[in-house]
C-alpha cells in the first residue's frame, strides 16, 4: 500500500513563508509526477503546481514567483516552499502523487495525501 503524508501547514500572516512536505511510503516501484492542490472553502480544488519525474514544473499563474516546489527522489518527498502569502492563499493543501507500486503490474496510479491547512491572515 501507499502512504501520502503532509506537514508544514499553519497559520502565518500576510506576506510571510510556510513550508509543506509531503513524504511517500509504501510499497513504491516509482514515482512519476508529484504535485501540490488546494482548495478553499465553497470553491473547487485547483492545481497549485507539478513537478515531473525529471524535474519540469507547471506553477499555476497565481503563484508564480512566490512559490517553489522541489523533490527529494531518495526520500519520495515533495515540497512547496510558499512565500509572500496573500489571504487568498488560504486553502487545505494536497499533495497528489503518479506512483507505481512493486504489485501494480506496471500501471501507475494517483495517490492523495489527507491535506493540511494553510490559513494566511490580512
Known amino acids: 500500500q501507499v502512504q501520502l503524508v503532509e506537514s508544514g501547514g499553519g497559520l502565518v500572516q500576510a506576506g510571510g513563508s510556510l513550508r509543506l512536505s509531503c513524504a511517500a511510503s509504501?510499497?513504491?516501484?516509482?514515482?512519476?509526477?508529484m504535485g501540490w492542490y488546494r482548495q478553499a472553502p465553497g470553491k473547487q480544488r485547483e492545481l497549485v503546481v507539478a513537478?515531473?519525474?525529471?524535474?519540469?514544473?507547471n506553477y499555476a499563474d497565481s503563484v508564480k514567483g512566490r512559490f517553489t516546489i522541489s523533490r527529494h527522489n531518495v526520500k519520495n518527498t515533495v515540497y512547496l516552499q510558499m512565500n509572500s502569502l496573500k489571504p487568498e492563499d488560504t486553502a487545505v493543501y494536497y499533495c497528489?502523487?503518479?506512483?507505481?507500486?512493486?504489485?501494480?503490474?506496471?500501471?501507475?496510479?494517483?495517490?492523495w495525501g489527507q491535506g493540511t491547512q494553510v490559513t494566511v491572515s490580512s
Open positions: 497528489k502523487a503518479r506512483i507505481t507500486t512493486a504489485q501494480g503490474m506496471g500501471v501507475p496510479n494517483d495517490y
Open positions: 509504501g510499497t513504491i516501484f516509482s514515482i512519476n509526477a
Open positions: 513537478i515531473a519525474g525529471g524535474g519540469g514544473t
